[in-house]
């Protein structure tokens, strides 16, 4: 990998993505991209990992789409590259990630962050989609998601005049968990990722999976969704521990099956 860094043992069933183009406050090139997306499939199929992180540095998280790749581009140039793919099999990840984000993360960087499952957040992070400034708009579901997380008026402020939003805004909005000093941003995102390694990982992805599905089907629908994953979970030998644990007043061993 040449343009991020990947330990797959970050911590106890956790691993670390991290984004390393420090020069160019981590702007996501189309090699990049696909570095993130091979790490994730390969992280998705590891049974050792059972939480993802992605962060960048105390910078930035992602500065935005490297735009130097894009500035001679045509429209058939950009359909042939189809670089939102990438994007889409990122969205497919069955394990949860977490964003730890400190400084920029706008444009491509903000649309990243969005797509992970939870944010956390340093005091300096800053979240936007400025795209509307160089002349064209959000591509990577900026549109989509900042909707869905601040509301239609917002949304359409940030996205039509290119305004960032800071971290504490971002929290008050709902798009963020938790915001904490720079200098303890990815050790909280480890708190947090070491929480949910903790659970089950059947039960967090089917878990992940049907909240996911709520912002797609109607209720009727997702609720149909969810009933289904809780039955299916009655198939798996994590379940049987959890619950004569939890009779046995002891802690829970999950080993994923």
């Not at 343009?3 to 189309?30: C, D, G, S, T, W």
């Amino acid at each position: 990998m040449e343009f991020i860094k990947v330990n797959k043992a970050y911590a106890k069933h956790i691993a670390l993505i991290q984004l390393n183009r420090p020069k160019e406050l981590n702007a996501l090139n189309l090699q990049l991209m696909g570095e993130i997306r091979d790490s994730l499939k390969d992280l998705d199929q590891d049974d050792e990992v059972r939480v993802i992180i992605i962060t960048g540095d105390e910078r930035a998280f992602a500065a935005g789409a490297d735009i130097k790749q894009m500035a001679g581009k045509s429209t058939i140039d950009m359909w042939k590259v189809d670089q939102f793919s990438t994007w889409d099999q990122i969205n497919k990840t069955r394990k949860p990630i977490i964003a730890a984000v400190s400084g920029f993360a706008l444009g491509g960087g903000c649309e990243l962050a969005m797509t992970c499952d939870m944010i956390v957040a340093s005091e300096t992070a800053q979240f936007g989609q400025p795209e509307i400034k160089i002349g064209v708009m959000p591509g990577a579901g900026g549109t989509q998601r900042l909707t869905k997380a601040l509301g239609k008026a917002k949304a359409m402020e940030l996205v039509l005049t290119g305004k960032f939003i800071s971290a504490e805004e971002a929290l008050g909005y709902g798009l963020v968990n938790k915001v904490v000093p720079t200098e303890v941003y990815l050790k909280e995102a480890m708190v947090l990722a070491s929480e949910i390694a903790a659970m089950s990982p059947i039960a967090v992805q089917m878990a992940k999976e049907a909240v996911k599905r709520s912002f797609e089907v109607p209720l009727e629908e997702g609720l149909h969704f969810e009933r289904k994953n809780f039955y299916m979970l009655f198939s798996s030998e994590d379940q049987k521990e959890g619950m004569n644990a939890f009779v046995e007043k002891r802690k829970p061993d999950f080993k994923g099956k």
